[in-house]
């Protein structure tokens, strides 16, 4: 896929149907990707990579590449071409000045995840078929893929893009996945558990904005925890009430617009599950407005920002017994 | 040199903790290493390190320097320091126990930083020598021997023993404490650990990585590069490098309205944050490119300049592993390298 990536990337920009292409580029070691601009030819060859490891959601670049001039060419996995439409439907990204090419997406693992398998001395990884083999400092390692990608790959809600110009590979489905599972369990404990829950979780946070920054639905020019004139600025939380309040007032902030594209949990240095707090707002839009999906469309009105005689009322929360 | 048995590590540990507080790493849920304080139960990790630096034992994340309390127009001074305890920090790699010494360049230069110096007083380091070095290590590029790391103590788990030698006043008075549980010992069984771990910092991708070219020398040619804004373009300005970083160590100082008073905290800054410096004329560094820059050129140029050519950083790897770009000092001085003539 890569090759054939990097070979229509040449065509475009050649021909001058663009101008830059937004896409990954190689690192260090074999999992250390950075997202990049390539301007040339020569860039895309030395440089451009697409492969397991090509995990980051490029759809926020856009806000910014979208408003250089020329048109840039971006390559979207399908979870990220949800960030994509929904930046789009904010008007955020500026459509005319994007070339999208869809690409498939098997599931993208990180150095982080590999060493939370138990992998340490990574040198180098191939994958065949299900498996990942794994060069270490301390030998060989053979892993099962599924085991070794991140939860959100695990519980993939789909390999269908929603967004492209032009697609490459086989177009995939929306899934059934296992995603609201967790939710569900947070749902089932006592009011104390939860919170205790939340506590043991939120408590490792050490306010490094990471899940803010990387979030293509927090895509303020500028954070109200920045702003000082906004009287809840703050660079630590300087208790337990600040920890909670940051996460828990960015999870209304992004609900209804978050598509659950999970780069939240992936970028937490402390492994802090932030996605399962979206995915409680997106379980409860679903119960109470039917099923809806952020950045499925570009058009359709999200429910958090829509009437109908039908809408629940507030005091839902008190038949659901604080639920 | 001084040898424990492992089948009596929980002892050692517990007459450690018996006379002052100890602190080491422990897993938490999410299967990663903090600093937790020692109680009956708690089990050492087996990671190389902790997410965290240990520098949270100096230089918290945040910490109260002074409160007022307005009476009408009275306005009370509250020093909110309590005496700290003696505290033990066990189990720090040499690539922390390192970053002591930059930061005491810092905070402990007149004008000396009383908060800091006090809780350095008060603290017993007690490093382990690594024996599983990570793709992410460099700490051999900045002379640091993590098979030997500094300390006031320093240990070497082996076998089914636990080697100590102590270094200094302190660590010699810790080593005391627990003396009935320790025997003397030759040094056989470090000396062939230390060679077979250097045998493995020999073949780790960044072994030839060198930091040498940079320096205030250069201080134009690298702040000028045009390759500054290629590697920042994608940088989110997160803080995530700087405070997981054991060297970083900008603050900023922040008044709390209380309701009947101000309690004025200092915390962690990031160099990446959009207000980092912020004057009354407005921003230094308007743009990420500049912050990113900030930053590199701290550790790779404005701190060796000032501190007869020691770098700002220990290459721990902790930026490498988790920053969310995979941008990182390594990538950045083999980028600048060519700029540095």
């Given at each position: 896929?890569?090759?054939?990536?990097?070979?229509?990337?040449?065509?475009?920009?050649?021909?001058?149907?663009?101008?830059?292409?937004?896409?990954?580029?190689?690192?260090?070691?074999?999992?250390?990707?950075?997202?990049?601009?390539?301007?040339?030819?020569?860039?895309?060859?030395?440089?451009?990579?697409?492969?397991?490891?090509?995990?980051?959601?490029?759809?926020?670049?856009?806000?910014?590449?979208?408003?250089?001039?020329?048109?840039?060419?971006?390559?979207?996995?399908?979870?990220?071409?949800?960030?994509?439409?929904?930046?789009?439907?904010?008007?955020?990204?500026?459509?005319?000045?994007?070339?999208?090419?869809?690409?498939?997406?098997?599931?993208?693992?990180?150095?982080?995840?590999?060493?939370?398998?138990?992998?340490?001395?990574?040198?180098?990884?191939?994958?065949?078929?299900?498996?990942?083999?794994?060069?270490?400092?301390?030998?060989?390692?053979?892993l099962e893929k599924a085991q070794a990608l991140p939860e959100r790959c695990q519980n993939c809600k789909s390999k269908k893009h929603v967004a492209y110009d032009e697609l490459m590979g086989e177009e995939g489905q929306v899934l059934q996945s296992g995603r609201f599972d967790m939710v569900e369990k947070l749902?089932?404990?006592?009011?104390?558990?939860?919170?205790?829950?939340?506590?043991?979780?939120?408590?490792?946070?050490?306010?490094?904005?990471?899940?803010?920054?990387?979030?293509?639905?927090?895509?303020?020019?500028?954070?109200?925890?920045?702003?000082?004139?906004?009287?809840?600025?703050?660079?630590?939380?300087?208790?337990?009430?600040?920890?909670?309040?940051?996460?828990?007032?960015?999870?209304?902030?992004?609900?209804?617009?978050?598509?659950?594209?999970?780069?939240?949990?992936?970028?937490?240095?402390?492994?802090?599950?932030?996605?399962?707090?979206?995915?409680?707002?997106?379980?409860?839009?679903?119960?109470?407005?039917?099923?809806?999906?952020?950045?499925?469309?570009?058009?359709?009105?999200?429910?958090?920002?829509?009437?109908?005689?039908?809408?629940?009322?507030?005091?839902?929360?008190?038949?659901?017994?604080?639920? | 040199?001084?040898?424990?048995?492992?089948?009596?590590?929980?002892?050692?540990?517990?007459?450690?903790?018996?006379?002052?507080?100890?602190?080491?790493?422990?897993?938490?849920?999410?299967?990663?290493?903090?600093?937790?304080?020692?109680?009956?139960?708690?089990?050492?990790?087996?990671?190389?390190?902790?997410?965290?630096?240990?520098?949270?034992?100096?230089?918290?994340?945040?910490?109260?320097?002074?409160?007022?309390?307005?009476?009408?127009?009275?306005?009370?001074?509250?020093?909110?320091?309590?005496?700290?305890?003696?505290?033990?920090?066990?189990?720090?790699?040499?690539?922390?126990?390192?970053?002591?010494?930059?930061?005491?360049?810092?905070?402990?230069?007149?004008?000396?930083?009383?908060?800091?110096?006090?809780?350095?007083?008060?603290?017993?380091?007690?490093?382990?020598?690594?024996?599983?070095?990570?793709?992410?290590?460099?700490?051999?590029?900045?002379?640091?021997?993590?098979?030997?790391?500094?300390?006031?103590?320093?240990?070497?788990?082996?076998?089914?023993?636990?080697?100590?030698?102590?270094?200094?006043?302190?660590?010699?008075?810790?080593?005391?404490?627990?003396?009935?549980?320790?025997?003397?010992?030759?040094?056989?069984?470090?000396?062939?650990?230390?060679?077979?771990?250097?045998?493995?910092?020999?073949?780790?991708?960044?072994?030839?990585?060198?930091?040498?070219?940079?320096?205030?020398?250069?201080?134009?040619?690298?702040?000028?590069?045009?390759?500054?804004?290629?590697?920042?373009?994608?940088?989110?300005?997160?803080?995530?490098?700087?405070?997981?970083?054991?060297?970083?160590?900008?603050?900023?100082?922040?008044?709390?309205?209380?309701?009947?008073?101000?309690?004025?905290?200092?915390?962690?800054?990031?160099?990446?944050?959009?207000?980092?410096?912020?004057?009354?004329?407005?921003?230094?560094?308007?743009?990420?490119?500049?912050?990113?820059?900030?930053?590199?050129?701290?550790?790779?140029?404005?701190?060796?300049?000032?501190?007869?050519?020691?770098?700002?950083?220990?290459?721990?790897?902790?930026?490498?592993?988790?920053?969310?770009?995979?941008?990182?000092?390594?990538?950045?001085?083999?980028?600048?390298?060519?700029?540095?003539?």
């Amino acid at each position: 896929m890569q090759a054939a990536m990097i070979s229509r990337a040449k065509e475009l920009l050649q021909g001058g149907q663009v101008q830059r292409v937004l896409g990954w580029k190689t690192g260090e070691f074999v999992y250390d990707i950075t997202p990049a601009v390539f301007q040339s030819v020569e860039e895309l060859e030395a440089e451009f990579v697409y492969n397991d490891f090509c995990g980051n959601n490029l759809s926020k670049y856009l806000i910014k590449e979208s408003r250089q001039p020329g048109k840039v060419l971006v390559f979207l996995k399908p979870c990220d071409t949800y960030s994509f439409n929904q930046l789009v439907k904010e008007h955020r990204i500026l459509r005319d000045n994007v070339y999208v090419i869809g690409v498939p997406c098997e599931g993208k693992t990180d150095g982080e995840t590999l060493k939370a398998a138990g992998v340490r001395g990574i040198l180098g990884l191939q994958a065949q078929g299900d498996r990942f083999l794994v060069e270490t400092l301390y030998g060989s390692q053979e892993l099962e893929k599924a085991q070794a990608l991140p939860e959100r790959c695990q519980n993939c809600k789909s390999k269908k893009h929603v967004a492209y110009d032009e697609l490459m590979g086989e177009e995939g489905q929306v899934l059934q996945s296992g995603r609201f599972d967790m939710v569900e369990k947070l749902e089932a404990m006592t009011p104390d558990e939860r919170f205790n829950f939340w506590r043991g979780e939120l408590s490792r946070c050490i306010r490094c904005n990471a899940c803010r920054n990387v979030c293509p639905a927090c895509s303020c020019e500028k954070c109200v925890f920045d702003n000082d004139n906004s009287g809840v600025a703050q660079k630590a939380a300087a208790n337990s009430f600040e920890e909670n309040m940051f996460h828990i007032i960015r999870a209304f902030h992004v609900a209804g617009r978050c598509t659950d594209c999970g780069e939240c949990s992936r970028v937490c240095p402390q492994n802090i599950p932030l996605h399962l707090l979206n995915r409680k707002f997106i379980k409860d839009i679903d119960t109470f407005y039917g099923d809806y999906q952020a950045g499925e469309d570009t058009e359709s009105r999200a429910p958090l920002t829509n009437y109908t005689e039908g809408d629940v009322e507030p005091s839902i929360v008190y038949q659901r017994g604080g639920n | 040199m001084q040898k424990l048995s492992l089948s009596k590590l929980d002892q050692f540990l517990e007459a450690m903790a018996a006379h002052q507080a100890l602190y080491l790493p422990v897993e938490d849920h999410s299967g990663q290493a903090k600093f937790q304080r020692w109680a009956p139960g708690v089990q050492l990790s087996s990671t190389l390190n902790t997410v965290r630096s240990a520098k949270d034992f100096f230089f918290p994340q945040t910490e109260d320097l002074v409160n007022f309390k307005l009476r009408g127009k009275e306005i009370e001074i509250i020093d909110p320091r309590t005496e700290h305890e003696d505290f033990v920090v066990f189990g720090v790699r040499g690539c922390d126990a390192r970053s002591f010494t930059i930061l005491d360049k810092v905070f402990l230069a007149d004008p000396v930083d009383t908060y800091y110096q006090s809780r350095r007083e008060h603290g017993t380091i007690v490093s382990l020598a690594c024996t599983r070095p990570e793709e992410t290590c460099f700490c051999t590029s900045f002379g640091i021997d993590p098979t030997c790391p500094q300390g006031d103590v320093t240990c070497w788990m082996e076998g089914d023993a636990l080697y100590l030698t102590a270094n200094t006043p302190k660590g010699e008075a810790l080593l005391a404490q627990v003396a009935d549980l320790t025997e003397a010992c030759g040094d056989e069984a470090v000396k062939a650990q230390q060679e077979r771990v250097s045998a493995i910092l020999k073949k780790l991708p960044l072994a030839n990585f060198s930091t040498k070219s940079f320096g205030g020398q250069v201080l134009m040619e690298v702040f000028d590069s045009e390759k500054w804004g290629t590697l920042s373009e994608s940088c989110l300005g997160c803080g995530t490098c700087t405070f997981v970083c054991p060297t970083c160590q900008c603050y900023d100082i922040k008044d709390m309205d209380t309701g009947h008073g101000v309690q004025r905290f200092r915390c962690w800054d990031s160099c990446m944050y959009s207000d980092f410096t912020r004057m009354a004329h407005g921003n230094p560094r308007l743009t990420q490119k500049e912050r990113f820059r900030q930053r590199f050129m701290h550790k790779l140029v404005y701190f060796p300049a000032n501190n007869n050519g020691e770098y700002g950083c220990v290459g721990c790897g902790r930026c490498l592993s988790k920053c969310p770009i995979s941008m990182n000092i390594v990538k950045v001085a083999k980028a600048l390298e060519g700029d540095c003539k």
